[in-house]
């Protein structure tokens, strides 16, 4: 019993020894720092490009050219174009509706006859002034010859009797009158050119009313001045309509116009808005979650600032928009929100369009995402894992982009977009890791993890 208790108690002093010798000869435990956990960010790559710089707008489409629709002369009306609709398309030339004729027709036909009886009257008058100008000419050939024979006992060189009238002569002339003035009205009225002008006059009254009647007949057909779309209309077949009476209007579809108003730092990034040239734009459209394009350009910029907006308006012309745009980016994501059209649709007048004009030329400048603005227009950088503040030049800003200047970016800017609501130049930041492209799933493959699901 006592050499048990001693082998035991060998054994633990043993195992205590060991224990103590293990504990002596132990490794020094690595001293690491302490974990700084720094904050992850979202960021997103900033685009530099050059070129043309792009000013970015929105505005709302409306009619370049519109007239109204009224009656030049009264009368019932016979016809009305079936397309005389609103929202119709109506072509150039098109007859829009008719008046009733008849009364007009006869308007001519009178016009006509008294022309007819207008000309007999200066053929009349013509042949009068004729016979008129041959017994005229016949009397001075007999006065004449009674001069000669009441001065035929006068001595030739007695001037002075040749020269007073003889008193038969002076007790003949009228009191109080010139006999030259009377002669002169005699002879005036005697030729019967004075009633000649007057049939002349005559007739070229009838002509003028006869060019009013056949005005009058023309307006009774009312044509389209252009090719347009009829914005609206109050006209009925049956109906009775007055001059000026306001029967409509019609837009003209070969072009329409947006109202884009630019801000005037935005405006001045455009050269020759005011001194003339020509300049290209884009209008962009989105119809069924698919966004399209038309060719446009800088019609005029306003010279008066928006009162209430202080902006400056820009009208771009936008040629033929009823032939559809072409296709432009779709919706983020690459989606159409499984909406497919199957044809591109027309320009509509009363859309919200956004647009996208040439400014200057920049040799390089950069495109940010708008949550990448910070206050004080700066943005935040990071480069080798810590932040970068840099102070920015803003060219322009829009819904969902900024366009700056891109000194001071350096090579592959990344921006910070989220996760960090106050920054430090320097401070430590972590980005999330790129995760590697995965190829589409084979057509086999899907179908049966499709079939293990079920």
């Known amino acids: 019993m006592r050499r048990q208790f001693i082998i035991g108690a060998l054994i633990i002093a043993a195992a205590v020894a060991i224990g103590a010798l293990l504990i002596w000869l132990r490794p020094e435990p690595e001293k690491k720092p302490e974990d700084e956990r720094a904050p992850l960010v979202q960021v ?12 970015n707008g929105s505005g709302t489409v409306r009619a370049a050219d519109e007239v109204n629709l009224a009656a030049e ?40 006859a008294d022309i007819a009886a207008r000309r007999v009257d200066v053929l009349q008058a013509r042949e009068e002034m004729t016979i008129a100008r041959a017994e005229l000419d016949q009397f001075a050939q007999r006065s004449a010859n009674a001069d000669s024979k ?6 030739e060189n007695d001037y002075a009797a040749r020269i007073l009238p003889p008193e038969s002569l002076t007790r003949q002339a009228p009191k109080g009158g010139s006999n030259t003035t009377a002669n002169t009205q005699t002879n005036g009225l005697a030729t019967r050119e004075p009633q000649l002008r007057s049939a002349r ?4 009254r009838a002509q003028a009313q006869l060019a009013d009647a056949n005005s009058a007949l023309r307006r009774t057909t009312v044509r389209a001045p252009f090719a347009g779309i009829v914005r609206s209309e109050q ?10 009476q306001t029967l409509g209007s019609i837009v003209n579809s070969n072009s ?21 040239g020509r300049i290209e734009a884009s209008i962009f459209f989105e119809y069924g979650g698919s966004k399209y394009r038309w060719q446009a350009f800088v019609d005029r910029a306003s010279n008066v600032l ?30 159409s929100n499984g909406v497919l059209v199957s044809k591109a649709p027309p320009l509509l007048i009363g859309s919200f369009v956004e647009a996208s004009i040439d400014g200057m030329e920049m040799a390089e400048y950069a495109s940010i995402p708008l949550a990448a603005l910070r206050p004080g227009n700066q943005i935040w950088l990071v480069e080798a894992g810590r932040v970068k503040v840099v102070d920015i030049q803003i060219l322009q800003r829009t819904d969902t982009e900024v366009l700056i200047r891109s000194e001071g970016l350096g090579d592959n800017p990344m921006a910070v977009t989220g996760g960090l609501t106050t920054a430090i130049a320097g401070q430590k930041v972590r980005v999330p890791e790129k995760k590697k492209h995965q190829g589409p799933i084979k057509a086999k493959k899907l179908n049966q993890l499709r079939n293990n699901d079920a």
């Open 235 to 244: 006209i009925a077949e049956g109906s009775y309509v007055a001059p000026g």
């Open 73 to 112: 002369v009264a009368g019932k009306l016979v016809y009305v174009n079936p397309s005389l609709r609103e929202g119709q398309n109506i072509g150039n030339e098109a007859v829009l509706f008719r008046i009733d004729p008849t009364d007009y027709r006869n308007a001519v036909q009178s016009a006509q």
């Open 256 to 276: 329409f116009e947006a109202v884009i108003p630019l801000s005037e730092k935005e405006a001045s990034l455009i050269p020759s808005l005011f001194t003339g």
């Open 306 to 335: 928006n009162p209430q907006t202080r902006t400056i308006d820009l009208f771009l012309r936008i040629p033929n928009p009823l032939r559809g745009g072409m296709p432009a980016a779709l919706k983020k994501g690459g989606q």
């Open 44 to 55: 997103e790559p900033v685009e530099i490009r050059s070129g043309k710089l792009k000013i």
């Open 201 to 204: 006059a005559g007739l070229q």
């Open 150 to 155: 009441l001065y035929a006992g006068v001595d």
